[in-house]
Structure formats: structure tokens, C-alpha cells
């Protein structure tokens, strides 16, 4: 039937004098027939491999949403295992110690929990850390009174001339940690300036210590902005009071950065002794020197004395501890409230973290999570 057609159609050219036009005519035809072919061809192919790109994203964010969301149940099972663990050890006793439970979760048993994800789970006491916010007391905390906060006259300590004795304890306790030598503090006359201008930061007023800074200074600087004026908000903001310095706050090559002692947490100013690290134990108290805080720690390490951990004066059965040297009451303590838990899970490349802060009520024994955060 095709022939036929052809031939009706090279008898009606000849007629018309054209025939000799034929072949052209049938090549072009057969031109336009092969590049339809091939556009459809290739939009075929585009639609094809289209769709296959948008499949293989859609299976990659499916296999991605996958492995996220079993990663962050078991960032929750974490939590929940530290809380559980923090728990058990509230009941168990009533003082806190870093051969607890919450402190030693047994790697093999999490890893045949967790089956194929590699998970991780640190839970840091923040007791056995220096509290920013204790060293100035807010005008409500003077005002309640109690044990600690008797008041002295006279002294250039502020804006009411007066300081109490935890204010006193915690400066004291704050110098000679900054002076302990592992940190970017040159010297004596620093130290004091970085404690008043730490002061001028947390307290009430707007009135200067010998070497601290106010609004006046912090207004006149290229950027400005005003002094806090209360209590500390995170550490972090430690960069914004006059002094401290990045090198100071973090660290560098050759020194420690004071961050890693210190917390926002808690509000009485004790330091649980038997979590506390090095340094801060050996600022708790003049006379102690790395010989004797090494004792400190080797003697609560010691299974054996966990007891004597329960009371706050057990350093004075560390051997070869000095019998003169005395911790005051008012600086230490052996039970915590405040915990740190960072969980790390991860799977075939993949890796997700969790932290975030606990407060354990060490009278109702409710906990309240006060944050967390997921990477």
C-alpha cells in the first residue's frame, strides 16, 4: 500500500513537470522522519534518566531520614539511660563521687543495647565546678541572710561599701585559681582586675571596683554594649566582660582555658571535692600544692573509701595530707545537683550528638531538664 501511494504521487509530479524534483523530496522525508526520531529518542531518554535521579534522591533522603530518626531514638534512650542511672544512684546513697554508677556505664552492655550504632554516653558532674554567679550575691540573696552571709564594714567592694563572707570565700577561692598557673594570667595585680571586672559584670549597681568596668566603659567602646548587670547567662559570655580574653577563656598552646572549670550552675558556691578536678581543688585553699591534690585524688579513686567519701573532711585521712590545712565548710561539699550528659550515636558514617543539663532535686529527687540540643 505504501509503494502504490508513492507511485499515484511520482505519476501526479511528472504531470506537473516536476518529477524531476522526486528524489529530493523522498530524501527530505526521510530527513525529517529520522531527526523526529531522534528528538523523541532523546526526550525519552531525559524523561528516563529524569526520573531515575529524582528516584535514586528520593530512596538516598528516605534511607537519610531513616538513619536519622534511628540515630535520634537512640539519643533519647541515652537520656533516659543516664537519668535512670543518675536515679538509681540517688537512691543507693546520698553523696556523690566519680565511682558511681552515672560515672561508669558499662560500654559492652550499651553496645548490645544499642545492637549496630556505636553510642556513647558521658555524664559530667558540674558540682565539682566553680560557680560564676556565686561571687557577687544578688540583693535578694543578702536579704533571705542565713549562715555564710554576715556582713563586715569598710573596703571598697561595690557600691554599699560591704562585702559578705561567701562574697570574701569566693573572691579568695577565684585568685587563686586564676593564679594556679595553668592559665594566660599574668600575675597578681591581673588576677584582681579580672575579679573585679567579673563583679562589676554580676552585680546590681553601676558602681566601678578599684580595677573593674561598668556601663561607662562598656559604652564607649567601637561596638558598644551595656554590662550585664546579673547573673550570667551561658560561660561563653564570659568574652564580653573587660579582661577576658579568648586566650584566657579557651586556651592556647602553652596554657589551659578557665571555661572548662566553671559553670552557671548552682547557687550556694560549694565545690563537691570528690568530683572536683585538680586545679580547683587546689584553689580551694591556700597551702596546697599539686603534691598534696594528687593524694586528694588518689585516695578517692580508691574503692575502699568510698564511705569516707560521704564526709566533706575526708582529706584529712589522705595520706601524707598536711593536719594544718583546713577546707573551709562554707567551699565544699560531697553531694552534686547539677550534671552534664553528652551521647554521641553513630551509624555507617553517619553521627549525631546530643547534650544538654539535668538538675537532680536532692530533697524530692525529681529531675528537670533544663536543656537539651541535638547536632
Not at 130 to 152: A, F, M, S, Y
Request: aromatic share 8%; glycine share 8%.
Amino acid at each position: 500500500m505504501k509503494d502504490e501511494s508513492r507511485f499515484i504521487l511520482w505519476r501526479l509530479l511528472r504531470r506537473l513537470n516536476i518529477c524531476r524534483y522526486w528524489p529530493q523530496a523522498v530524501a527530505a522525508d526521510s530527513g525529517m522522519a529520522l531527526l523526529m526520531t531522534l528528538a523523541a529518542i532523546s526526550f525519552l531518554v531525559a524523561v528516563t534518566v529524569g526520573l531515575a535521579t529524582s528516584v535514586n534522591l528520593q530512596m538516598q533522603a528516605a534511607r537519610s531520614l531513616q538513619i536519622s530518626t534511628r540515630l535520634d531514638a537512640t539519643l533519647a534512650s541515652g537520656l533516659a539511660l543516664a537519668r535512670a542511672a543518675l536515679y538509681a544512684d540517688q537512691q543507693q546513697q546520698q553523696y556523690d563521687t566519680l565511682l558511681d554508677g552515672w560515672n561508669n556505664l558499662d560500654k559492652e552492655k550499651l553496645k548490645k543495647l544499642a545492637g549496630d550504632i556505636d553510642v556513647d554516653i558521658h555524664v559530667g558532674d558540674m558540682s565539682g565546678r566553680i560557680q560564676i554567679n556565686r561571687l557577687v550575691l544578688t540583693k535578694e540573696d543578702k536579704k533571705k541572710g542565713g549562715p555564710g552571709l554576715g556582713r563586715r564594714a569598710g573596703g571598697r567592694n561595690g557600691g554599699n561599701g560591704r562585702q559578705t563572707n561567701v562574697e570574701k570565700l569566693q573572691r579568695r577561692l577565684w585568685l587563686r585559681f586564676l593564679l594556679s598557673g595553668k592559665f594566660a594570667v599574668d600575675g597578681q595585680e591581673e588576677a584582681v582586675a579580672l575579679v573585679d571586672t567579673l563583679s562589676d559584670w554580676l552585680d546590681e549597681d553601676d558602681n566601678e571596683r578599684d580595677h573593674g568596668a561598668e556601663n561607662g566603659y562598656y559604652q564607649s567602646l567601637p561596638v558598644p554594649y551595656r554590662c550585664r548587670n546579673g547573673r550570667l547567662r551561658y560561660p561563653e559570655e564570659l568574652l564580653l566582660v573587660k579582661g577576658f580574653t579568648r586566650k584566657i577563656v579557651y586556651g592556647d598552646k602553652e596554657h589551659e582555658g578557665i571555661i572548662d572549670y566553671l559553670t552557671i550552675y548552682g547557687q550556694d558556691g560549694k565545690i563537691n571535692i570528690n568530683t572536683a578536678p585538680a586545679v580547683v581543688l587546689q584553689a580551694l585553699t591556700a597551702g596546697l600544692d599539686e603534691e598534696m591534690v594528687a593524694s586528694l585524688i588518689s585516695f578517692r579513686q580508691e574503692k575502699d573509701n568510698l564511705i569516707a567519701l560521704k564526709n566533706p573532711q575526708w582529706y584529712r585521712h589522705a595520706p601524707d595530707f598536711p593536719g594544718d590545712i583546713i577546707l573551709d565548710a562554707g567551699l565544699v561539699t560531697t553531694k552534686s545537683s547539677f550534671f552534664s550528659v553528652s551521647i554521641t550515636a553513630g551509624d555507617n558514617g553517619w553521627l549525631r550528638t546530643g547534650k544538654g543539663m539535668l538538675y537532680r532535686d536532692p530533697k524530692t529527687r525529681q529531675q528537670d531538664l533544663l536543656s537539651w540540643q541535638v547536632e
